[in-house]
């Protein structure tokens, strides 16, 4: 937020041509940031997910997801464009409005199941605990 900033060397990274400092911005800020918690939790071809938020980092969780090999990718939002962006751009198997009835709708789209694993990218203390909490496997 700053016109210039002064950092480590250790912390840069020379970006290739073919991209640009947005790009780098959008790696940095919404891949790196949901990556780590990615590899924490396993994600792997076995998988249904859950995604809370389809903002930048919700976005970028569902192209790591799609890559690390989910199976499924459910993703949850308040805004139509967001929601028509991850389908669009083939992040998210389904995408639902957030509301009340999440947790049947996604057990609905998991023919009862539920999700083996939960992101929440939305930074909405509402979407932490009614579906993160009531849709994992074994949470019931």
Not at 46 to 64: E, F, K
Request: aromatic share 2%; glycine share 12%; net charge negative.
């Amino acid at each position: 937020m700053a016109n210039f900033l002064l950092a480590e060397e250790k912390d840069l990274i020379l970006l290739p041509e073919s991209l640009t400092y947005l790009d780098g911005a959008q790696v940095a800020c919404g891949f790196g940031t949901v990556y780590e918690a990615l590899q924490k939790i396993g994600i792997c071809g076995n998988d249904a997910v859950l995604i809370t938020g389809l903002g930048p980092v919700g976005l970028a969780a569902g192209a790591l997801c799609r890559k690390m090999g989910a199976e499924k990718i459910i993703g949850i939002d308040i805004s139509t464009d967001r929601r028509e962006l991850a389908l669009r751009l083939g992040l998210c198997d389904s995408v639902l409005m957030a509301g009340s009835d999440n947790v049947a709708e996604v057990r609905d789209l998991t023919t009862g199941h539920g999700v083996e694993r939960a992101v929440d990218c939305s930074a909405n203390a509402e979407a932490r605990p009614q579906p993160l909490g009531r849709l994992v496997n074994g949470e019931r």
